[in-house]
C-alpha cells in the first residue's frame, strides 16, 4: 500500500483521511507539510527530516483502515 516511492500527494489524493497524519510533521520539519512536500516521496521525506520511516507507514495504514 504505502513504500518508500509513494508520493505523498499521490497518498493524499488516493487516501484524503491520512492528511491529518501528516499534520503532525508540520513541527518536525518545521513548516507545512502538504504545502512544502507534496511532491516528495515517502522515503525521501523522511530521511531528510529525521522521522521514524516505520512509525509513519504504520499511522498511515492505521488511519486508512480505521476509516473503513
Do not use: A, R
Not at 509513494?6 to 492528511?19: F, N, Q, R
Not at 501528516?22 to 530521511?47: A, I, Q, R, W
Amino acid at each position: 500500500m504505502f513504500n518508500k516511492e509513494s508520493v505523498i500527494l499521490d497518498i493524499v489524493s488516493e487516501h484524503p483521511e491520512t492528511e491529518i497524519v501528516f499534520k503532525p510533521y508540520d513541527e518536525v520539519v518545521g513548516k507545512c507539510v502538504m504545502c512544502n512536500n507534496l511532491f516528495d516521496k515517502l522515503g525521501d521525506f523522511t530521511s531528510k527530516h529525521g522521522i521514524d520511516y516505520e512509525k509513519l507507514v504504520k499511522e498511515l495504514k492505521d488511519k486508512v483502515s480505521s476509516e473503513k
